[in-house]
């Protein structure tokens, strides 16, 4: 597995990873629990969300047109999901 985003709490990693996997990748969530720790860890870089390594560039891609504001609907998702091409051309 490959960290792709640092997210700012639990909940903003949890709605990038359920996008991702909205988009047929596997993602997951790390780190949502040490946040209760924050005074005894960094308060940052705790929590991530991770694909595999073959999903990297296609996840990055996602994500970035996501945090543009380019949410992508139920049908570009499920386009997503069925291509599989990992080839980063997400939007093509």
Do not use: H, K
């Not at 504001?69 to 999901?81: F, Q, S, T, V, Y």
């Amino acid at each position: 597995m490959t960290p792709v985003y640092e997210a700012e709490s639990g909940i903003d990693a949890q709605l990038v990873c359920d996008l991702l996997l909205s988009a047929g990748l596997d993602a997951l969530v790390f780190g949502a629990d040490l946040a209760g720790g924050i005074g005894e860890l960094p308060a940052a870089g705790l929590v991530r969300v991770w694909v595999a390594p073959d999903q990297v560039e296609r996840a990055r891609a996602l994500i970035d047109e996501w945090q543009a504001g380019g949410i992508p609907d139920e049908d570009e998702l499920n386009r997503l999901a069925d291509s599989g091409t990992g080839n980063g051309e997400l939007w093509a």
